[in-house]
């Protein structure tokens, strides 16, 4: 059910002095793009800058211009788009952020987030034309996860496969094409698509805090679909499984110390995994800070690795 109360009345009615204002400031604008948020798709396209295997001093630029890419333009495209579509709700559950408190008024909250859209697709195709077609389905995802009809959010199969692609896939191909000006290398895509199958198990834990709420709301996570137990165990099989594979291809590959490190930290996860599966609601904030850590060490031993077969 839509609510017709207007995001501003809301927040006057939650006791939030809201004063009208024709333009977003730019400290509003920067809370819609959420930066704390730009962190995980910048460490997965540094990996794929690093797996590119070419010299980072002559091509600063279209590291530079990969970076603002995958941070600040799509992910925060996608973060403005996610809080117009959840503009409603949030009115209710969170009337500070920045749409429903008035601070970004009107529709300038889908302006801002069709406008990011536009200058990511023209960073994208400025730096090459494999890195323009990860624009468009890094893009293509962010849209189709918040706007209906498709509301990939809503169920959590589809959904946490679409943020694990945007977070961790796409950026690692889009670091890799940036530098190479070309299709990147096979085992490039590979490691891209493991750590992005992954990344589902990671989006699954940050579930976890929002059970309830998303019973409530009629969104189908997958704790809500498989209960929280069974969620959390497949959380940790879907995070440990692509890891076995990457250490077995760099192995494959002649590759040494590369793949013991990955082994080293799939250890390590797998140690701390019985203490999330006990109570995963409360622990996984701390699986989160730790297992989580992990995973993404893994992610740049294996990126080192393939750089040292390319070079």
């Not at 609510?3 to 604008?29: D, F, I, M, N, W």
């Not at 409603?88 to 920045?98: K, Q, S």
């Not at 893994?298 to 690795?305: C, K, P, Q, V, W």
Request: hydrophobic letters at 55%; a positive charge.
């Amino acid at each position: 059910m839509r609510h017709s109360l207007s995001p501003s009345v809301v927040a006057e009615t939650l006791g939030h002095k809201v004063q009208p204002q024709a333009l977003p400031s730019a400290r509003a604008v920067l809370q819609l793009l959420k930066p704390v948020t730009w962190f995980a798709p910048m460490w997965a396209l540094a990996c794929g800058v690093v797996s590119a295997g070419v010299p980072f001093l002559e091509h600063w630029l279209q590291i530079v211009g990969a970076v603002l890419l995958a941070g600040p333009l799509v992910c925060g495209t996608s973060q403005a788009a996610n809080d117009w579509f959840d503009r409603d709700v949030d009115a209710i559950n969170e009337p500070n952020r920045p749409i429903p408190s008035g601070r970004v008024p009107g529709r300038w909250g889908l302006y801002i987030a069709l406008g990011w859209s536009v200058l990511s697709l023209a960073v994208g195709a400025a730096l090459g034309r494999w890195v323009l077609v990860a624009s468009l389905v890094g893009l293509a995802l962010a849209w189709a996860y918040s706007a209906p009809p498709l509301r990939l959010k809503l169920n959590g199969w589809f959904g946490n496969t679409a943020v694990g692609l945007c977070y961790e896939g796409l950026p690692w191909f889009t670091g890799a094409a940036a530098l190479s000006q070309q299709l990147p290398d096979g085992r490039i895509t590979a490691l891209a698509l493991l750590y992005s199958a992954g990344a589902f198990g990671i989006m699954v834990l940050n579930d976890f805090k929002s059970v309830e709420g998303d019973q409530a709301l009629g969104i189908k996570s997958l704790p809500v679909q498989l209960g929280v137990g069974n969620s959390a165990l497949v959380a940790c099989v879907v995070m440990a499984a692509p890891q076995v594979v990457v250490v077995a291809l760099l192995a494959r590959e002649g590759r040494f110390f590369e793949p013991l490190g990955v082994a080293a930290v799939l250890a390590a996860q797998v140690a701390l995994m019985p203490m999330l599966l006990k109570n995963p609601k409360q622990r996984a904030p701390l699986y989160n800070a730790t297992g989580t850590t992990l995973y993404v060490t893994g992610m740049m031993t294996s990126a080192f690795a393939v750089r040292a077969l390319l070079s």
